[in-house]
Nanobody
Framework: QVQLVESGGGLVQAGDSLRLSCEAS????????VAWFRQAPGKERQFMAG????????FYADSVKGRFTISRDNVKKTAHLQMNNLKPEDTAIYYC???????????WGQGTQVSVSS
């Protein structure tokens, strides 16, 4: 079972960029599909972006399409979420998730806080 650790969150201003990372502290991340979700205060957790094991396909929520890019490095066993042109409404805890099958997310990280000031 893979265990996930996110990093890269922080406090930025509107228009800035951040790059989140997801690493497997145990297990082999390249064996799993990976996705990023976020949860804002008082709201449900929402899907942001996903990538298949082979990186052959990526998927995005409409709200971040064109601003966020998901990628993975199966050699380094990491996945990333590049977030550009951040907006205050992007403020949330961002979670990395993994699953044997894309769309079934069995394993979650602890999350990393992203705060965007106006």
């Amino acid at each position: 079972q893979v265990q996930l650790v996110e990093s890269g969150g922080g406090l930025v201003q509107a228009g800035d960029s951040l790059r989140l990372s997801c690493e497997a502290s145990e297990g082999i991340l390249s064996h799993y599909a990976v996705a990023w979700f976020r949860q804002a205060p008082g709201k449900e957790r929402q899907f942001m972006a996903g990538i298949r094991r082979s990186a052959s396909q990526t998927f995005y929520a409409d709200s971040v399409k064109g601003r966020f890019t998901i990628s993975r490095d199966n050699v380094k066993k990491t996945a990333h979420l590049q977030m550009n042109n951040l907006k205050p409404e992007d403020t949330a805890i961002y979670y990395c998730a993994a699953g044997w099958q894309y769309g079934t997310w069995n394993t979650w990280g602890q999350g990393t806080q992203v705060s965007v000031s106006s």
